[in-house]
């Protein structure tokens, strides 16, 4: 059975950095396109940034240029470095891997930014 796993959240101030991490198992084979959404309560879950197998990364505009995502194939873990975290950044961070042509969700870390 798959399943992804994320880790890294916790608090931090403004203007500071956390790097989350997501670790798929339980499958023989290598994800395809892998992806960071978050969601905070009462609104709808967002994408946040998306690494496919190859080729180029993309990201939402409200994050572009603070945070990076990169994977590590080999471990089947895929990386969120985020930076210049704002207050808006708070949210619970998901994760989800498309393996085989199914999704396959995390179920999420917390981020919150506060001083």
């Known amino acids: 059975q798959v399943q992804l796993v994320e880790s890294g959240g916790g608090l931090v101030q403004p203007g500071g950095s956390l790097r989350l991490s997501c670790a798929a198992s339980?499958?023989?084979?290598?994800?395809?396109?892998m992806a960071w959404y978050r969601q905070t309560p009462g609104k709808q879950r967002e994408w946040v940034a998306t690494i496919p197998n190859t080729g180029r990364t993309n990201y939402a505009d409200s994050v572009k240029g603070r945070f990076t995502i990169s994977r590590d194939n080999a471990q089947n873990t895929v990386y969120l470095q985020m930076n210049r975290l704002k207050p808006e950044d708070t949210a619970v961070y998901y994760c989800?891997?498309?393996?085989?042509?199914?999704?396959?969700w995390g179920k999420g870390t917390l981020v919150t930014v506060s001083s």
């Open positions: 339980g499958s023989i084979f290598r994800p395809d396109a």
């Open positions: 989800n891997a498309a393996i085989e042509g199914i999704i396959y």
